[in-house]
């Protein structure tokens, strides 16, 4: 009679996936991604300033083994500090060394610059695609879109995808970066919360009235005038701002700061004049000073 299997040993050799995490690091071009509305397995990393070198050193305090994906957006700021290209390819090659010493299964999606106001990066863009070329069996991919997606039909980069300063990106420009990310590795589950909300031009975008609390928007009903009810906290818009006299009544002669003084003092009182008089401080008498005092 032949023997049954022993159901207790799994003979299964299947390499079962694990779930997908992405690190998402590079210069302060990401810091506008907001990762509410990316995956939840990824972790965005983002430094004001960042070079290769500083990149090399912060990427080397992560466990890369937790990770199945890791995105490069940097040398921007090299460029625009006129790094030696030489100097530059060598370290970006040191770059993917580390990441694939940390973890040799671990994708890398290299990033292309973005152009920038302040430097050329078309240099830079040839030395990242001959590094992804180099690492190509080792599961590096080099992201063309990243550049590309930023050139109007002219090839000429749009403004609405950039700042005040022609370096970092706009609202729109995030978004169009990540994109061109998501075709290369898919980060993105609703673009609508992927990027942090620009500031309103008065500070908080909490203060515009259209996101206020409900309870405290419609107060007219009950007010014998129309005017508007602004909770306590919440600045009044401009054009509701009450006319500042100040200026007025010093001119008038009623600020303690006026320099006219034609005009009676009102709030002064009744002891005005006893007060402009002149008062010995030994006596305590009116109407002499302590040089002319008789009472010593």
């Not at 003979?11 to 992405?22: G, L, M, W």
């Not at 993917?96 to 940390?102: F, L």
């Not at 970066?177 to 998501?182: I, R, S, W």
């Not at 203060?207 to 409900?214: D, E, I, K, Y």
């Amino acid at each position: 009679m032949p023997e049954e299997p022993d159901l207790s040993i799994n003979n299964d050799t299947r390499v079962v996936p694990r779930s997908k995490s992405v690190l998402l690091i590079g210069d302060s071009i990401l810091k506008g991604v907001n990762t509410r509305g990316l995956q939840n397995g990824v972790q965005k990393h983002s430094t004001s300033g960042a070079t290769l070198y500083t990149l090399n050193d912060e990427i080397s305090r992560y466990d890369l083994k937790v990770f199945s994906h890791v995105v490069i957006y940097i040398g921007g700021n090299d460029m625009a500090n006129n790094m030696d290209i030489d100097m530059f390819q060598e370290k970006y090659d040191q770059l993917i060394g580390v990441i694939k010493c940390g973890n040799s299964d671990c994708e890398i999606t290299m990033c292309k610059i973005a152009p920038r106001g302040d430097a050329d990066v078309s240099a830079a863009n040839a030395s990242i695609a001959r590094i992804a070329e180099h690492w190509k069996l080792q599961g590096v991919q080099c992201s063309d879109n990243t550049h590309d997606l930023f050139l109007d039909k002219q090839g000429i980069p749009a403004p609405r995808f950039y700042g005040p300063d022609s370096i970092h990106l706009s609202h729109a420009g995030t978004k169009r970066l990540l994109d061109a990310v998501n075709r290369s590795c898919e980060i993105v589950t609703d673009y609508k919360k992927c990027v942090f909300t620009p500031q309103h031009r008065n500070g908080n975008p909490a203060m515009n009235s259209a996101n206020l609390p409900q309870n405290n928007v419609n107060h007219t009903a009950n007010r014998a005038d129309s005017t508007p009810y602004h909770p306590r906290g919440y600045d009044r818009p401009n054009y509701m701002r009450q006319p500042d006299n100040r200026n007025a009544r010093r001119a008038n002669g009623y600020g303690h700061n006026s320099q006219n003084r034609s005009q009676p003092r009102f709030n002064r009182g009744p002891s005005s004049e006893f007060q402009s008089q002149k008062r010995c401080y030994h006596c305590l008498m009116v109407g002499h000073l302590v040089a002319d005092c008789w009472n010593f």
